[in-house]
């Protein structure tokens, strides 16, 4: 009779192999760590040995359960010890399966990089896996190893790398789940494979919409923008997001998607920059384009050691930030060609020139632009009050020492340390994953409009002003990095032991 699990031969084992009394999962109980397969099987330097050249785990596999072992003592004891050796393989490719899909899961759903390897890792040892992982951005690499047989194999995952923190917060939950023996593994598999092929929370309408108000909320608080060109920025923000869900459809579009809405911004906002200001109208039609977010997190695994990932994201964020600047002056160009005459000279971006309201308006729309990157990074509903709550608290930080108290230099360090520290004391009390907390408050903070501005002057022949702005930019990224790093080191001072560190 086959056995469901391993667990199941083990009375007939250890009479074969004279065994302690094992035990299997049985019960879950809180905080209980899940059995190894070794821990279960006891010595296999007893089992019989297959030896399968130049074949695949799945060849010997099948070999094995074809083999007519010689028999030591009996028919019926031989094939128990046949079934342990076969289910323990099972338990085995299983756990490996698990952990392949975990590894593209947290890839796809935006898990900090710098923390990835380390997670795997630790998953692995809790399966009794011998693993070694490397992660960079798009691609993650992980190599079985057996001791026993000198043998390894690797696999190479290459997935795309986004921003779902719904689904990497069911991520998170069912790791835990499989950590303390609550779920058994072939079950966690069937959960992740749902997870991955889920349909998105938010349907496509409420995404192009929600370009639109972003672009809205954020032009009257991160880029002093009055009503009339928060109005602009909204109607602008659509078309961007029209055009982003283009992107998704046909492939060949993706690889012009930015340069193409920079552009297109450009030029409709240098038609309407009579009755607006343009720097305010422009960046707010791109704000879910710039490249901040993608800058401090290249920064920050720079500082984890991490060279290969923070470069590229670096240069990455580097690169997109000119394509920005360049497509918006494309744009403007092409408007001053078709109007006859250069309605837009010297310094496209000076945001000083811009009506902005009154400051203390911003908190009034501060809530609104915190549940628009909500939306965009797939928040569910359930959160938002807890990601409104976290990132009002640190933009008050930020507000007081910046505007009240005139520390320009240290309101981004101290604001980025009471996110973290709250997000990730949140995180702990609730169980909730911290990253998905935090992350609306760290994009708030971030400086990628500065960057598109000092590529812009630049362009503008304007190398002072743009030297400054890039400059600022990476001190902005420096002081973000700093807190959150502090608030994370206060919080978890060894990191965790058997869950996913999954904050920055």
Known sequence: MPFRHLSEALPLAASQRHLASLSSCGTPIARTRRQSVSSIMGDVSTMPRVAVDGASIEQSIAKLRQLDLPHRVSDKPQNVEQQVIMHAIDMLLLHQRFLVL??????????????????????????????????????????????????????????????????????????????YCKVEVDQAIAELEDIITAPPIYAWYWQVLNWGVLS?????????????????????????????????????????FEVSVSILAGLLSAAVAKWGCFGAISLSATVVLLPGLVMT??????SSRHMVAGTVRIFYALLLAFIIAYGLLIGVEIFNKLAGNPLLDGVLMDLTQCQSLSKWSWFGTFPIGIINIAVLVNIHWRHWLSVTVVAGISYGIFWLFKFHLGLDDLAPVVASFVLGLVANTWAKITGQTAYMILLPGEMFLVPGSVGVRGFSSLLSKDGAQGLSLALQMITTCLSIMIGLLASSFVVYPRGKLNSALLTV
């Open 297 to 302: 997190t290249g920064v920050i695994e720079l």
């Open 102 to 179: 975990v590894a593209k899961a947290l890839m796809m759903y935006g898990s900090p990089l710098h923390h990835l390897e380390n997670n795997l890792i630790r998953t692995a040892r809790l399966l009794d896996l011998e693993v070694t992982a490397s992660a960079i951005p798009g691609l993650v690499l992980l190599s079985f190893e057996d001791s026993l047989t000198h043998t390894s194999e690797t696999k190479i995952i290459r997935c795309t790398n986004g921003w779902d923190m719904h689904r990497l917060d069911q991520t998170n939950q069912l790791l835990r789940r499989v950590v």
């Open 216 to 256: 809205w909320s954020l032009c009257l608080v991160c880029f002093g923008g009055s009503w009339r060109d928060s109005g602009l920025s909204l109607a602008f923000g659509l078309i961007g997001g029209v055009l982003s869900l283009a992107a998704g459809k046909f492939s060949g579009y993706t690889n012009i």
